[in-house]
């Protein structure tokens, strides 16, 4: 079975300053998938950045990245450079690349960034 | 580019009354999901369309909850006789399949039963 771990509930940081929001995940599936997704108080989950479990590079996508440790079943979000508006909930997210099509997600981690 | 929508955003019920949600995917995927989010925890995995063919069933679909998609666009989900443990917000996604096969998801539907 797969499984989702993100142990921090909440996290703070100030505006301009880089922050990381941990995930941890078990699988036995040779091949998978990462996301990282962005929850508003408005309810919508918006897509930020996918990790293939064979892509040899992090993966980069404008203020986010995610730090992505093979051996240690780690897929860390980075976002640097914070802002007001990122202030959401963010959940880690895996998906099988073999059979099943369903996201299992983490319990997510709640960021606030202050001015 | 039209994104997921969902109808309606918010529905309150009573206990026992049937309800139908929704869900309008990106014109071009095939793939749609639904999920179910309660207070404090991540979204779980509900049931899976591939056009029209519903391909995966998770066990929390009790027999109450019905999903259609009946000409592989948009699709319905009913809960028949509701409870108050069916309070949650609804959450409908889709993808266009590929290696990464991201899903995109609508604004849900928040589902309160009294």
């Known amino acids: 079975a797969q499984k989702i771990t993100q142990t921090q509930p909440g996290m703070f940081v100030q505006e301009k300053e880089a922050v990381t929001l941990d995930c941890t995940y078990d699988?036995?599936?040779?091949?998978?998938?990462l996301f990282w997704y962005k929850q508003p108080s408005s309810g919508e989950m918006i897509f930020l950045i996918y990790?293939?479990?064979?892509?040899?590079q992090n993966a980069t996508e404008g203020r986010y990245s995610l730090n992505f440790q093979k051996a240690r079943k780690s897929a860390n979000l980075v976002i640097s450079a914070s802002q007001l508006g990122d202030s959401a909930m963010y959940f880690c997210?895996?998906?099988?690349?073999?059979?099943?099509?369903?996201?299992?997600f983490g319990t997510g981690t709640r960021l606030l960034v202050s001015p | 580019d039209t994104g997921v929508s969902q109808d309606p955003r918010h529905k309150i019920t009573k206990r026992g009354q049937n309800v139908t949600f929704r869900c309008d995917p990106i014109?071009?995927?095939?793939?749609l999901y639904w999920y179910r989010q309660t207070l404090g925890q991540g979204p779980e995995f509900l049931t899976y369309?591939?056009?029209?063919?519903?391909?995966?069933k998770s066990r929390l679909l009790s027999d109450r909850f019905s999903a259609e998609r009946p000409k592989g666009s948009f699709s319905t989900l009913e809960i028949q006789r509701t409870e108050q443990g069916d309070s949650a917000m609804y959450l409908c996604?889709?993808?266009?399949?590929?290696?990464?096969?991201?899903?995109?998801f609508g604004p849900g539907t928040r589902l309160t039963v009294l």
């Open positions: 996604a889709s993808s266009g399949g590929g290696a990464e096969d991201t899903q995109y």
């Open positions: 699988t036995s599936d040779p091949s998978y998938g």
């Open positions: 990790q293939g479990s064979y892509d040899q």
């Open positions: 997210a895996m998906r099988s690349s073999t059979g099943f099509q369903k996201l299992v």
């Open positions: 014109s071009e995927h095939n793939r």
């Open positions: 369309f591939q056009n029209e063919a519903q391909l995966e």
